[in-house]
């Protein structure tokens, strides 16, 4: 039982580069989001998906961008790496409305 | 806007020691109030919920009340084990969003 699958669990980017932060997701759940952890903020919404073809912002969207092309995928793009996206991102999915939100186990990024 | 405060940690206990972790919420209407626990280098998991006011919430010895006229829902456990050790998040549910506390880090003891 797979659950939520984030890949790469580490990652190291310079200033500039781009990359994409793996999720997918066993579960049918429609709803998918994309979290980051930063010390002494707790969690913070980034993007978020009620459905395929369904996405919306959350806290702190800037610098990143999302899709949903299927109920299983929901892939988080840095265009241009910053070291203030120096964090631990979380991907995390849902059944539905007041559900239990399922962590995958995270990805680790350091942007020098 | 919603939010929610919990207790800054870090919090350090005795095994078979009593725990509190204090929450409260701000937010309009009726969410549904979390707990969620992190154990080192995992994603977060859910440890218990409660969906309306005076509901209690409780799984693994761990309870928590959901009060309204108080607007907080703080976790408690009668007697702590070295295996609760672990970062704890209160967070509150608006149908798309969730709110997510700042987290205590709890270290038991032996």
């Known amino acids: 039982n797979a659950g939520v699958t984030q890949t790469p669990k580490f990652q190291v980017l310079k200033t500039g580069q781009s990359m994409t932060l793996q999720c997918a997701q066993d579960?049918?759940?429609?709803?998918m989001s994309w979290y980051r952890q930063d010390p002494g903020m707790g969690l913070r919404l980034i993007h978020y998906?009620?459905?395929?073809?369904?996405?919306d912002q959350g806290e702190v969207p800037n610098g990143y961008n999302v899709s949903r092309s299927t109920t299983e995928d929901f892939p988080l793009r840095l265009l241009s790496a910053a070291p203030s996206q120096t964090s631990v991102y979380f991907c995390?999915?849902?059944?539905?409305?007041?559900?239990?939100?399922?962590f995958g186990e995270g990805s680790r990024l350091t942007v020098l | 806007g919603d939010s929610v405060t919990q207790m800054e940690g870090p919090v350090t206990l005795s095994e078979e020691a009593f725990l509190t972790i204090n929450c409260t919420y701000t937010?309009?209407?009726?969410?549904?109030l979390f707990w969620y626990v992190q154990y080192p280098g995992e994603g977060l998991q859910l440890l218990l919920k409660?969906?309306?006011?005076?509901d209690k919430g409780s799984n693994k010895g761990f309870e928590a009340t959901y009060r309204k006229e108080t607007t907080s829902f703080h976790l408690e456990k009668g007697s702590v084990q070295v295996s609760d050790s672990a970062v704890y998040f209160c967070?509150?549910?608006?149908?798309?969003?969730?709110?997510f506390g700042t987290g205590t880090s709890l270290t038991v003891i032996p």
């Open positions: 937010a309009t209407g009726y969410p549904s």
């Open positions: 579960m049918n759940h429609e709803y």
């Open positions: 409660a969906t309306k006011a005076d």
């Open positions: 967070a509150l549910d608006r149908g798309n969003q969730f709110y």
């Open positions: 998906s009620v459905g395929a073809g369904i996405t």
């Open positions: 995390a999915s849902s059944p539905g409305f007041a559900g239990e939100l399922f």
